[in-house]
């Protein structure tokens, strides 16, 4: 149910920004594309419009780019401050559907990688997740599961949350936006297992790929948290040094709550 629910959801969302776009790279387009004499040619509002989309996803490239660096920069500072204000700053120059859902989920989950767990549930009750799409849903599941097992080290319950939003969340595959979607959630359920030492057959090498995404530093910081918690109760000296030196360099706070108090007794 939830997959059918939220393929008509995305359906609805593309098919408004369609009708805003379209239409808009086609008028700018008729407008910048001229032919050598001044003339418009038959082909112009095409070769414009093909011209400002490239500078449209140049820019965007660009913004993402500025954007992870800040929010990596942000999240090695030793309190919450900057990321949540870089936040903040983000979904008010956005105009997504469910944008105040989603803008709860982001300021939960920075809270929670500074274990501030009650900020970070007061940041879910903003929303009535329950009226919104199963997808949108699923934002806030994840946030939960985050919260039991950082904050308040309540590992079933973690476990519990992830599995409830990565069920929430499911796609079809090939949906735009789909491998990302499900990257986040599989991420989120791995990070819960290694804490609740029940890991499956795909938990460490979902890890392992996040950890490799630089451009989005929260989930680099749950993957390697979680990574560097399998190799500490592991025993394996090598590994878990290198991983935890890892983690301090992006998120060092985390690392104190998961890893310093342990790795210093």
Not at 27 to 39: K, P, S, V, W
Not at 187 to 201: I, K, P, R, S
Not at 221 to 239: D, N, T, V, Y
Request: hydrophobic fraction near 50%.
């Amino acid at each position: 149910m939830s997959k059918q629910q939220n393929q008509k959801y995305l359906a609805g969302h593309w098919a408004r920004s369609l009708w805003v776009v379209v239409p808009a790279l086609l008028f700018i387009g008729a407008l910048t594309a001229f032919n050598r004499d001044g003339g418009v040619s038959r082909f112009a509002p095409a070769l414009g419009a093909l011209t400002v989309l490239g500078l449209a996803l140049g820019f965007a490239w660009w913004t993402v780019q500025r954007v992870s660096s800040e929010r990596s920069r942000a999240l090695r500072l030793p309190t919450p401050d900057v990321l949540l204000a870089l936040t903040e700053k983000s979904f008010k120059q956005s105009r997504i559907p469910d944008g105040d859902a989603f803008l709860a989920q982001a300021r939960a989950v920075a809270l929670a990688l500074y274990g501030e767990g009650q900020r970070a549930r007061d940041a879910l009750e903003s929303v009535d997740w329950q009226r919104r799409a199963p997808i949108i849903q699923a934002a806030g599941a994840a946030s939960q599961s985050l919260i039991a097992s950082i904050c308040e080290r309540d590992f079933a319950q973690g476990m519990k949350e992830a599995r409830r939003a990565q069920s929430l969340a499911e796609l079809r595959p090939g949906t735009l936006g789909a491998a990302a979607s499900n990257r986040f959630y599989a991420t989120v359920l791995a990070f819960a297992q290694v804490l609740a030492n029940e890991e499956d057959a795909v938990t460490l090498a979902t890890l392992q790929a996040s950890a490799k995404v630089k451009r989005l530093a929260t989930l680099q910081a749950i993957a390697i948290a979680g990574l560097a918690a399998h190799a500490q109760r592991l025993g394996a000296p090598e590994p878990f040094e290198a991983l935890r030196q890892d983690l301090l360099s992006v998120a060092p706070t985390l690392h104190d709550l998961l890893i310093h108090s342990k790795s210093a007794s």
